[in-house]
């Protein structure tokens, strides 16, 4: 078993290389090659990843390159963990939506959709080649936005499934809070990418929510951004993302009263960077914490082994609505709990979603429709649209001016804007 990751000189990769390591029950790999366009990366990120293996034991095969083609021959999967344009154009999504009173976020309102717009076509030539390489490996999506490039895969006719690891870092927190193993937390998790709320959540058959929400619903608060006076009265627990629309003036106040994420995430990389290239070092870092994707292995390893032997298990993921939620269209790309198996995700039924959240999610669905459009097809007036689309915009003089931002800032990841 041949798994690939394509943006494998990432500072998430060593916490990739310890879930293969630890769950290797579920993920039996015999190869791990990691693919960069950066070779000074790979050099302390692929040493790293074996030391990694070799202290716990595994006996798979660590590999780096920058030959994208060649690494692909032979996959069984691919994994896609992108940021084109680096940090910098992080920090660009970042700061130019707050020009026009608009949250800078690198996966929702305009800043979304600039990544979006970077991103869609670079993915879309990857999977081109795997399918040329190995036209039977699964692609799974971690690039953000994973709802908008899990489309643009599917619709490309590609096997792909999109993966987050929101909800595997609830199903920890509440099995720690509730003293069980976080298998044993089943989530009714539904919407969409990063819009999502746990309306639900079952141990052995048995709903604990309000239990969670009665006690602990400081904490969660707190990690939700959000005051646990609303999570009382909704009677759910939303995804950390929703603090952009629930709260969004507060949220564009105290970004501009401090740096943007894309810088101090800037400077942990490089501390990360110099902690890889210590030759003694064979276990992820403590620091990686700070980085984000916490339990991201542990989503990705489920799923690849889901997919790969067939075991027909449960796990959250990003697939092609169908009826699942009938008031999108069938072809919409959601979150729910999925099956997977060797056909893919085939998404579960779900309660229907009471109109306090549908409305939201069928309105950033549609903008999702148009950003793809925007980004397929490129133009000022369709990432308008999207713009104008969006419940985080929402208004022409701002769509306008966010769009002139967005093209002026980006215009060297996207070749129609200077045709």
Not at 207 to 227: F, G, N, Q, Y
Not at 327 to 333: I, N
Not at 412 to 419: D, E, K
Request: hydrophobic letters at 45%; glycine letters at 10%; charged letters at 20%.
């Amino acid at each position: 078993m041949k798994i690939v990751v394509v943006g494998g000189g990432s500072t998430y990769t060593p916490e990739l290389a310890d879930g293969f390591a630890r769950l290797r029950d579920q993920l039996p790999l015999d190869e791990l090659v990691l693919v960069d366009p950066e070779p000074g990366r790979l050099d302390l990120v692929g040493p790293l990843s074996a030391r990694i293996l070799a202290r716990q034991g595994h006996p798979g095969k660590v590999s780096w390159t920058t030959d994208l083609d060649g690494a692909l021959d032979g996959a069984s999967a691919v994994l896609l963990q992108l940021r084109i344009g680096g940090q910098a154009a992080r920090h660009s999504d970042e700061t130019f939506p707050l020009e026009c009173g608009c949250v800078g976020q690198e996966t929702t309102g305009a800043g979304g959709l600039a990544k979006a717009l970077r991103t869609v076509p670079v993915v879309l030539e990857i999977a081109e080649r795997v399918r040329r390489a190995s036209p039977d490996a699964w692609i799974v999506d971690f690039t953000n936005p994973v709802g908008i490039v899990t489309r643009a895969l599917l619709d490309a006719g590609h096997k792909a499934v999109g993966l987050c690891n929101v909800a595997k870092g609830f199903q920890h927190t509440f099995g720690e809070w509730l003293g069980v193993d976080p298998e044993k937390v089943e989530l009714d998790h539904v919407g969409l990418n990063h819009l999502t709320w746990e309306r639900g959540v079952r141990v052995d058959g048995v709903d604990v929510l309000p239990r969670l929400l009665a006690e602990h619903a400081d904490s969660m608060a707190a990690r939700c951004l959000l005051p646990p006076e609303l999570l009382h009265r909704l009677g759910v627990i939303p995804s950390y993302y929703l603090r952009y629309y629930y709260g969004h003036d507060a949220v564009v106040a105290d970004q501009r009263a401090r740096p943007s994420r894309a810088q101090e995430v800037a400077a942990l990389e490089q501390q990360l960077l110099e902690l890889y290239a210590d030759p003694a070092l064979d276990a992820k870092p403590t620091l990686l914490g700070e980085r984000g994707g916490a339990f991201y292995s542990e989503a990705a390893v489920a799923l690849v082994g889901g997919l790969l032997r067939d075991t027909g298990e449960i796990q959250v993921a990003n697939v092609r609505n169908g009826t699942t939620l009938p008031f999108l269209p069938p072809d919409a790309v959601i979150e729910v709990p999925a099956r997977i198996g060797a056909r893919g995700a085939e998404p579960l039924p779900v309660a229907p979603l009471e109109p306090l959240y549908a409305g939201l999610v069928a309105h950033v669905s549609a903008y999702e429709e148009l950003a793809l459009r925007a980004a397929l097809e490129g133009g000022v007036e369709l990432v308008e649209n999207a713009l104008l689309a969006h419940p985080l915009i929402g208004q022409y003089e701002q769509a306008r001016k966010l769009a002139e931002q967005l093209v002026a800032a980006d215009a060297a990841h996207l070749p129609w804007s200077r045709g």
